[in-house]
């Protein structure tokens, strides 16, 4: 699998995970891989909901405590979803999220360097 295509599949993974989880994707998404880490990068990743609950007093705080909640709750399928085009374990997971912008970042720190097995 070349670097890019394995890039592809991890966002497409990423995508129907959102989906399942908030009932809709994010409206872009970008993924990269260097050595152990990948990086995956959604734009638009807000439902209706949270972004209006994002401009009331308090309410950015609560959208990504419920968002962390979230990954942490998910863990296991994340983990699923990285192990499967990877071959290689999760060994952590941080994430944010800018309520102002919509925007989300998931880390994902493995086990093996993928950049060694990748196709040039």
Do not use: W
């Not at 995970?17 to 990269?32: H, S």
């Not at 990086?39 to 972004?51: D, H, S």
């Not at 990954?71 to 499967?84: F, K, N």
């Amino acid at each position: 699998m070349t670097r890019g295509q394995l890039e592809a599949e991890i966002s497409r993974l990423i995508v129907q995970f959102a989906k399942e989880q908030l009932g809709r994707g994010p409206e872009r998404v970008r993924t990269r891989v260097v050595e152990d880490v990948v990086f995956v990068r959604m734009a638009g990743a807000l439902t209706r909901a949270e972004k209006h609950l994002a401009t009331q007093a308090d309410g950015a705080r609560l959208v990504k405590e419920m968002r962390l909640r979230l990954m942490e709750s998910s863990r296991d399928t994340l983990e699923a979803v990285i192990a499967g085009p990877t071959g290689c374990q999760l060994v952590s997971l941080h994430t944010d999220l800018s309520t102002r912008t919509g925007e989300e970042v998931l880390l994902f720190v493995l086990d093996c360097n993928l950049e060694k097995s990748l196709e040039p």
